[in-house]
């Protein structure tokens, strides 16, 4: 009989697919905040995040749905959206006195162009100091919502495509929205 195990149990939070501890390891070497961003089934939540040894401390958290109080009434999960939950994460983080971070997407997979990179661009566009490549970053039609707002004004447009406002005036609207966020500096 074995008197010893050869076998290690893993940690917890990697069985349940939680945390990815060498990605992790990597952001807290570089000793500055996280720019976290994560997508819900109903929101995109950025928040910044700084080490502790006691625990993580949040310096910075936004949802998506905040972005009602500036006017944004379309949808939470799209580029626009992720966008300015980005400038209005990296707007609270600068008034936090953070000028730099690393983005962390957990185990989101980085598409170019994706929802995290119009948080980043956003994070970027309101001072952050985030290190990307641009050619990961979206075009800024697809982030002002210049393809929605094509479809919504095709002529054989199917009714009940968008539940709540008419994005004929999206672009006027993600404009409108982003200067608020801009003047809450």
Request: proline share 3%; net charge positive; glycine share 8%.
């Amino acid at each position: 009989m074995a008197k010893k195990s050869t076998y290690k149990a893993s940690f917890r939070r990697r069985k349940e697919g939680k945390t990815n501890y060498k990605k992790r390891l990597a952001l807290l070497k570089s000793k500055a905040p996280r720019l976290v961003a994560r997508k819900t089934n109903k929101n995109i939540i950025a928040q910044v995040i700084e080490y502790d040894s006691k625990g993580d401390k949040t310096l910075v958290h936004v949802n998506s749905s905040q972005l009602e109080a500036f006017g944004w009434e379309f949808g939470k999960k799209s580029l626009s959206s992720a966008y300015l939950t980005g400038l209005l994460a990296g707007t609270k983080a600068k008034k936090a006195k953070v000028e730099k971070a690393n983005l962390d997407i957990g185990f989101a997979i980085p598409k170019r162009g994706g929802w995290w990179a119009s948080v980043l661009k956003g994070a970027k566009d309101a001072g952050l100091d985030i290190k990307a490549g641009e050619n990961a970053m979206p075009s800024e039609e697809r982030v002002k919502g210049k393809h929605i707002e094509d479809y919504a004004k095709q002529a054989e447009k199917p009714k009940g495509v968008f539940s709540k406002a008419d994005p004929k005036d999206i672009t006027k609207k993600f404009e409108e929205a982003k200067q608020k966020i801009l003047q809450s500096k």
